[in-house]
C-alpha cells in the first residue's frame, strides 16, 4: 500500500523518537493498515485521542511543556498521514481516470454511470468541485449542462460549491436553462432550475458576456421557459448593452413574438422602433445585432 510505503520511508531517528516516546511498532502497523479509514477526519481525531489516553500516564512523568510539545507533535505528524496521502492520491493516473469518469458520467443519462458516479464522490468528495480544461466544468457543471436532476440533487447535497462557472463565467443556473431552453414545450422540465433556486442561486446572474438566463429562454423563444423565469423573478431588463426584449425582438416569428410581448409587459425598458432598428435575415436573425455566436457557449462551437 502507498500508505505502508510512506511510514516505512520515515527516517529512523523520527519512528526512534515516536517508540521511546510511547507509540509501539503495532501502533505503527495499525496505522498502516487503516489507510481508508485515516481518510476520515473523525476517525483520525479519535486515534489521536485514543493515543493521548493510552500514554497519559506516561506523559505526565514528562515537563508540562514537553508534553504539550509532544501531544502537538503526535497530531501534526497524524494530520501529515492524512493530507500526504490524499495529495499523492490526487496526483496519480489511477485519480484522475476516476475523476474523468465521473465528469462523462455527469453529462450522460445514463443511469447505471449516475450511480457510479455518486458512488466515486462519496468516497472522493473533493472531486465535486474538481474542473477540467480546456473549458474549466466541474461535474457540477456538467450535470446542469446535461439536465440530471437528479445527480444536480445530490451534488447539492453533498454540498458542492454552485458559485463555480466555467471559462466563460456560465454558471450552473445559466448553463441548466441553456439545457431547457433547447427542449420542447412539451419535453421541458423547470425542476432542475427550481433545485438551483433552492440552493441559493441568483437568476439573474450574469456570465462574462453580461448574459443571463433570461437571455437564453428569449433568444430561443422558449414561451414557458420565459414565463417560468419572469415568474420566478428573473429581470427582463438585466444585461450589458443587450436586454431580453432586445433579443427577442431580433427573430421574427410568432413564438419570439410571444415572448417579446410577454416581455414588454413586464420591462420597465422604453419600447423603440425595430421596425426601423432591426433588418432581419431570411431566417428571421438579426445579423446586424446578434452574431452567430450570440448565447452559444464556446465549448459547442
Known amino acids: ?23 509501539t511498532q503495532q501502533e505503527l502497523s495499525f496505522m498502516a493498515s487503516s489507510e481508508q479509514k485515516l481518510r476520515d477526519p473523525e476517525f483520525l481525531l479519535e486515534t489521536i485521542l485514543g ?9 505526565l512523568v514528562l515537563s508540562s511543556s514537553f508534553s504539550i510539545i509532544f501531544t502537538l507533535y503526535i497530531i501534526f505528524l497524524s494530520i501529515r498521514f492524512l493530507y500526504k496521502e490524499k495529495r499523492l492520491r490526487r496526483g496519480t493516473p489511477e485519480y484522475h481516470q476516476l ?7 455527469a453529462q450522460n443519462d445514463n443511469q447505471e454511470e449516475h450511480q457510479i458516479c455518486k458512488s466515486i464522490l462519496q468516497q472522493y468528495p473533493e472531486m465535486i468541485n474538481s474542473s477540467m480544461r480546456p473549458y474549466d466544468f466541474t461535474p457540477f457543471l456538467r ?21 463555480m462557472t466555467n471559462i466563460n463565467g456560465d454558471n450552473a443556473f445559466f448553463l441548466a436553462a441553456y439545457k ?11 425542476d432542475i432550475l427550481s ?4 440552493a441559493g442561486m441568483d437568476i439573474n446572474s450574469q456570465n462574462e458576456r453580461g448574459h443571463t438566463a433570461l437571455h437564453v429562454a428569449a433568444k430561443e423563444g422558449h414561451v414557458l421557459l420565459t414565463q417560468w423565469l419572469l415568474s420566478h423573478g428573473a429581470d427582463p431588463d438585466a444585461g450589458n448593452g443587450t436586454h431580453p426584449l432586445d433579443v427577442a425582438h431580433a427573430y421574427n416569428d410568432e413564438k419570439h413574438r410571444e415572448v417579446a410581448d410577454m416581455l414588454a409587459k ?18 428571421g436573425r438579426n445579423s446586424k445585432f446578434l452574431p452567430s455566436f450570440f448565447f452559444q457557449p464556446d465549448f459547442l462551437q
Not at 3 to 11: A, P, T
Not at 51 to 59: A, G
Not at 143 to 163: E, S, Y
Not at 195 to 198: F, K, T
Open 1 to 23: 500500500m502507498d500508505f505502508l510505503k510512506q511510514i516505512s520511508s520515515f527516517k529512523s531517528d523520527v519512528k526512534e523518537e515516536l517508540i521511546e516516546n510511547g507509540i
Open 195 to 198: 433545485a438551483l433556486l433552492n
Open 51 to 59: 493515543f493521548v489516553s493510552r500514554h497519559y500516564s506516561h506523559i
Open 99 to 105: 475523476l474523468k469518469t465521473v465528469h462523462s458520467a
Open 266 to 283: 413586464y420591462s420597465n425598458k422604453p419600447l423603440q422602433d425595430f421596425e426601423e432598428l432591426v433588418e432581419f435575415t431570411a431566417e
Open 180 to 190: 431547457q431552453s433547447k427542449k420542447k414545450m412539451d419535453d421541458w422540465n423547470p
Open 143 to 163: 450535470a446542469c449542462w446535461a439536465g440530471n436532476t437528479d445527480l444536480v440533487k445530490f451534488m447539492i447535497q453533498q454540498g458542492v460549491d454552485i458559485g
